[in-house]
């Protein structure tokens, strides 16, 4: 891992028409390369944290925010998303408001087309990011004939053409079925581990999560409560469930088992759960 | 999200150049405006829209619909115009208190041509005219990046906009909400429980939209680079020449006393 990609200091957000702060006092760090997943029950802040490391609050989002906040080398709150125009990719949860035009290739240019990039340079990298993702036969289709998880893919790919340094993800499945959760899941893992990509992602799916982040934050009443690797964080099951967190099911198993007197240590992943009983 | 009412196809009009579209649709609208006042002048260019309109390929069903939404419109026009110009000219029909001269028959169909002609041609330059190409010829045409995707955005959520209204109904309908039943008064009273949830649900689009489009570096640079843009050829040029000759020889037409 190399430096620091996200710096969180501080940090304290509210709405306009909201009295009380929605982020209170977020210091959070996430490095060159590096995963982080946020997790936390709906209304403990982590859309509210992406939104402004996108530089949306207060920028498109009228609200208060303080503190300091650094992505990809831009202080956040001093320029808003202008400054971080073609650094940082957002991806939300919603894949029928992300689809804008009306072919996939248009979708893809459309980043780069507004940074003014030359049209050589936009082609070439649509077509890389659609080679990479192998998106090359849906480029001519219309987006609103694809299925849900595909249209989050073009989504994603439609960011990926401004080859950001830092990729934000707010709940990009939690509007997909069990097909399109897959297919999403998969190419996040891709991006995070074939072009190490610096990620930071809201995300429900724990058992995923435990598999791909480097580390993992949970918040809770708009502060982070926990962090550490995957391990860390989710070995103190009953520290996590009392944050409305659901820790990845071998885990629970583990924990009740300890609770029983076996004395054994909480695994997080199921290859560890195999070790654990022995059968690794 | 944007689609528009751009019409997928392989028309004439699908494969000229936008740019040539936009000149004609103005065309239609100088002409239209010259012979306002005189239908039988005007005549020719609502002829050439409705043979563009069949040109255009946006299917016959549609056709069919602006063209019955316009007759209607030409009873409306009639009974205004030729009631307004009632004392003047030759009168040709008395229905009660409704005297129609032939002046008021030829004001009147002068300005439905008006207004109908350039619709048409408009209606022909959108439905054949890709969003992405539209924002393009603007900015060709000198308007600001800024502004030329913002008109896009606005004429592309039109047909979520039916759509929306389309849904919301269904659903209250289910829900019990009776919409053509009671006085004109209690069926527009009925209608708040449509439009309330149309323009929330409107707004929340609108406002993602805003935040996907904030993300995606809209607005960032001054100029917007376009990768597919559309080539002027000789039929583009044969056309304008055309539509020049034909709508530049109306409005000469209709400037002569």
Redesign the interface.
Known sequence: MGNAAVTVRNLWAKYVGSGDWVLRGVNLEVREGEMLVLMGPSGCGKSTLL?VL???LP???PGTVEGEVLVAGVDVLRYG??GL??K???V?Q?P???????SV??EL???????????EE??AR?ESVAKALGLEDYLFK?P?SLSGGEKQLVAIA??LT?RPRVLLLDEPTSMLDHLGTRLVLDLITQLKREYGLTIVAAEHRVEWAVEVADRVAVMSDGAVVLEGSPSEVFSKVEEVQKYGVRPPGVSEVAYNLVRMGFPIRIPVRLSEMEEVLGGG | ???GI?VEGRSLFHNLDPRAKLLWALLVLAASIAAQFNGLKSLPVFISTLIALSLSGIGAGLAALLVFNASVFLLVTTLVWAGMYASQGTPLVTIGFLRITDVGLLVASGKFFLIVNPILAFVVFFTTT???HISWTLEKVGVPSKLAFSFVIALSLLPGVVRAVRDVTDVQKLRGLSLDKGSLLERLRKHVPVIVPVISRLLS?VW??????????????????????PRWTRRDTVFVLISAAFYLGVVAWAMRP
């Open positions: 939104k996108a530089g949306l920028w498109v989002i998303y202008k125009a073609g940082v990719g957002v939300y919603n029928e408001v992300q689809v804008v035009t009306r290739f248009e240019a459309m980043a780069p087309e507004n940074l003014g990039l030359p049209k936009v082609r649509v219309d609103q439609s960011v401004m | 999200m944007l689609s751009y890709k969003p992405y689009d993602d939209l805003s935040m996907v489009l904030a993300s995606r570096c809209f607005g960032v640079s001054r100029k917007r680079s376009y990768v597919e843009e």
